[in-house]
Nanobody, 124 residues
Framework: QVQLVESGGGLVQAGGSLRLSCAASGRTSSSYAMGWFRQAPGKEREFVTSISASGASTWYADSVRGRFTISRENGKNTLYLQMNSLKVEDTDVYYC?????????????????WGQGTQVTVSS
């Protein structure tokens, strides 16, 4: 079992930055690929980005590529999402997730563990 807890969400003006963190506990997360997803009420969950277990490979949704950066510190069992140049349309609840496989995936159904989510609100 892996437990995931997100933090770092909040309210920011458009053009600003936030860094989300996801602390993993339980079984070591270093053998798990991880990802960030987001979802607004009444909307489908949307893939944001994913990183391989080693951190060598990453994948970004077109909507965030060039603005968001995913990274991980396996020694600290922590996943990060640096979000720059935030837009109003980035407003969502952001979830981190882990899958029991080393390779990245943009398919949420392939992830086995999920955090409780952290709210990101971008104002105009």
């Amino acid at each position: 079992q892996v437990q995931l807890v997100e933090s770092g969400g909040g309210l920011v003006q458009a053009g600003g930055s936030l860094r989300l963190s996801c602390a993993a506990s339980g079984r070591t997360s270093s053998s798990y690929a991880m990802g960030w997803f987001r979802q607004a009420p009444g909307k489908e969950r949307e893939f944001v980005t994913s990183i391989s277990a080693s951190g060598a490979s990453t994948w970004y949704a077109d909507s965030v590529r060039g603005r968001f950066t995913i990274s991980r510190e396996n020694g600290k069992n922590t996943l990060y999402l640096q979000m720059n140049s935030l837009k109003v349309e980035d407003t969502d609840v952001y979830y981190c997730a882990a899958r029991s496989w080393v390779y990245i995936s943009r398919d949420g159904s392939e992830y086995d563990y999920w955090g409780q989510g952290t709210q990101v609100t971008v104002s105009s």
